[in-house]
């Protein structure tokens, strides 16, 4: 069995964009490249360590801006209706039914936020982190970055979805992923500028408690 996790990719895109005049022999080349490099590393494999077995799951809280400020900054509905070549009176309608989840929202002290699930298991030498949003590249450094396992793999998009999840520089520059995307995904505002650091500080926590790191 070859199995494959996709990381935290969600501001990572092909060198060929679906939007250029891209033709299914260059899709295939792509593949090739890539089942080509998993080859070669193959045969220099070596066994790891397998146990011990350990896995914790929790809820990261992601604070949300303001709907109101967001929705008055950004003109959403005028974006939103432009994106659906819809009347702005169509928007809410067509969301439900184009994208018909609803996500987990909780009200906080500091206002409403969404809940991400997040899973880490360890098997052995290998730490799997696994969270319900499409992390931006950085977000999946900063865990590997800060783990003591000997591989550590992140995956994005895994038990749900609440949307993009930027880091706070990418946030600054807005943009679909930061801007627009949440309505498709059902969230009511922006996630707030520092929600990427809180994931990375609460992943890392739940990893040393893991390995009784105080």
């Not at 895994?158 to 949440?182: K, M, S």
């Not at 009511?188 to 390995?211: C, K």
């Amino acid at each position: 069995p070859c199995l494959f996790v996709q990381g935290a990719c969600g501001d990572l895109g092909p060198r060929v964009q679906r939007h250029s005049q891209m033709q299914w022999a260059e899709c295939t080349r792509l593949g090739q490249e890539v089942g080509e490099a998993v080859l070669a590393l193959v045969h220099s494999t070596q066994p790891v360590v397998s146990t011990p077995l350990m896995h914790r799951s929790q809820q990261v809280l992601l604070p949300l801006e303001s709907p109101d400020e967001y929705e008055a900054s950004h003109h959403i509905w005028g974006v939103l209706a432009r994106a659906l070549y819809a009347s702005d009176w169509l928007v809410d309608p067509l969301l439900e039914r184009l994208f018909p989840w609803n996500q987990e929202l909780v009200e906080t002290a500091l206002g409403v936020a969404a809940a991400m699930r997040v899973h880490c298991m360890r098997l052995g030498e290998i730490l799997l982190v696994t969270l319900g949003a499409e992390l931006f590249t950085e977000i999946g450094l900063s865990i590997k970055a800060t783990s003591p396992a000997a591989h550590t793999l992140v995956a994005g998009v895994t038990n749900g979805c609440v949307g993009y999840l930027p880091t706070a520089e990418e946030h600054a520059l807005g943009g679909y992923e930061v801007d627009i995307a949440p309505r498709f995904y059902r969230v009511p505002s922006r996630f707030a500028a520092h929600a990427a650091e809180q994931t990375i500080a609460e992943v890392s926590e739940m990893v040393r408690e893991m390995y009784g790191i105080i």
